[in-house]
């Protein structure tokens, strides 16, 4: 039987205190050993700076010893931001608030039918899927205050509690996990291989609808069913014709043997996407959709704001949601869903994007389970479409283990989804000897346990290339005077930081603003580990920014290990007589000094000479005691030239 101990706090949506799932979570605290604390939050109100002190004591003054959030249960529209759930809303505010706060204690999340933990399970609440994907990004960019996610059944009843208790206890590594008839764990494992002939080969008819249709990933699919045979494509995006490049790109579909329609329409307004759904002919009905809309993110989840977190969410979520509403009724044969890998694993700088594609993986499973078709398709970046066709962003990704895809691999996948009737599936190209490391670097996290082959990360630079690098740095730091170390080293990790975060210059690196704040993450930490491991030839942790959190901390960190730490060194001492030797000139001083110095030289090397006298003597004294008496008359004879058969008989 799990055990639990201390006063854990359960955050609650005001209103539901009397939820199935609040009182489940109250058992199995109460049941298991601990106590509880209700805070009630009205996910409208919930500022990070009201909420801090709150998290952070309990009403007696003591410390929770864990933090349960029950807030993703309200699925009701922010009233002054509607394309965001209060409960999505409150839970950022929740991370937020508590990023401020020196609490180590871990938040959990808990969710009720946001998963699809099996393959029955119904998923009536998708919306809630939306704090799981933002979850996964606090997990990244703040792991010290991160517990995990738990999806409690639509129905709970009465061994719910005692495996809810069981997740929260001490030592157990899962961090993902749906309670079901059982505890099931999250994992990512490699899609099953098909036969290469389908049961059915999915083929465009009628009019095909794409959203973000002009964009780099919507021309590009708009080409593909062009190429098989789709007799009508309506293309929608904010700007319609006046895309750039949508005249052109008309023109090649028309010359495909398509017939396209552009049309400017905010597919998140749906009175707007009703009327244009209205003017799809009855001779040509809409048969397929691909909503491939969307709007890119980079902003950590501490800085993110109501109307950020809207502006990402209205074009993914919001008009995924309008889509499922307005053509449930119709005689669908693909209903198609760009979602991203930062829903699937998380992705750092993403909280809202990550939580948008979230829910179009969980609009995709509770559409399935109703009888209706639906593919969502968690992309990494491709490699010359979409928001990632950039070579910054291209190269960040590859730094940390995710290549590119390749365009027609990327359509192939595609194809071979439907045609084999795929529901939510990951396309990426990974490497997996560098690729895990962000996500365990500052927490262990077996999502990805299944696939890694190996946890280890792959050597930023060749052995001959890192001695190159160290030895340089090193020599440049004996001759130089502890400040000018102390700059060395600093405008080395500001460099390295500016590189990784995209910044032109060490300017947006100050030396006292903490790393996290500048945007550091457990994958950018890693890759900034590499990075001053390689150009100092030290084996730097992973945790280095966490555990010495600003530039200027970490530059006094390195010197002591560089420097203060390599005084008695040979290149050190080697550099000091350089040094010396550059400065001194024996004329410049008079006689009675050069013999002071002289005497002082001749007392150093007179201490080094007795030192290695000291060595030879220690040496030999240990080849007695271990010595034979063969090996005795062997060392006579070497030192005294007496015949080999002295000694014997």
Known sequence: MPTLSGTWLLLVPSGLEEHPAVHATVRALDGHGAAHEVLSLDGADARRDALAPLLSHLPDGSTPEGILSLLALDQTPHPDHPAVPAGLAATAAVVQALSQTPLIAPLWCVTQGAVAATATDPLPHPHQAQ???????????????????????ADVDARTPA??????????????????????????????????????????????????????????VARWLARHGAPHLHLVSRSG???????????????????VTITACDVSDRAALQHLLGTIPAEHPLTAVVHAAGLAENTPLAELDLPGIEAVLRPKALAATHLHELTEDLDLSAFVLFSSGAAAWGGSRQPSYAAANAYLDALAEHRRARGLPATSLAWAPWSDAGMAADEAVIDYYRRRGMRPLDTDLAIASLQ??????DTTIAIADIDWERFPAGFTAQRPSPLLSDLAATASPGAEATPDATAAMSGSLQRQLATGSPAQQHQLLLHHIQTHAAAILGHPTIDAVPPTQPFQELGFDSLTAVEFGHRLSAATGLDLPPTLVFDHPTPKELADYLRERLVEGQLTS????????????????????????????????RLLLAKWNDTERETERSAAHSELETATAEDIFDLISDEFGKSDEFGKS
């Open 131 to 153: 704090v799981w994907g933002m979850g996964r990004v606090a997990a990244l960019e703040h792991p010290h205050l991160w517990g995990g996610l738990i999806d409690l059944p």
């Open 163 to 220: 495996r809810i208790a069981a997740v929260l206890a001490p030592g157990r590594p899962e961090d993902q996990v749906a309670i079901r008839a059982t505890a099931l764990a999250r994992r990512l494992e490699r899609a099953a291989a098909c036969p290469d002939t389908a049961p059915s080969a999915w083929r465009p008819t009628g009019t095909t609808l794409i959203t973000g249709g002009t964009g780099g990933l919507g021309a590009q």
């Open 241 to 259: 014709p006046d895309a750039p490049g949508a005249a052109q790109l008309t023109a090649e579909l028309a010359a495909l043997g398509a017939t």
């Open 416 to 421: 071979h989804s439907l045609d084999h009737g």
């Open 570 to 601: 040979e290149g050190h001492l080697l550099a000091e007589l350089d040094r010396w030797d550059a400065v001194s000139e024996p004329s410049a001083v008079d006689e009675a000094a050069r013999r002071r110095i002289t005497g002082r030289l």
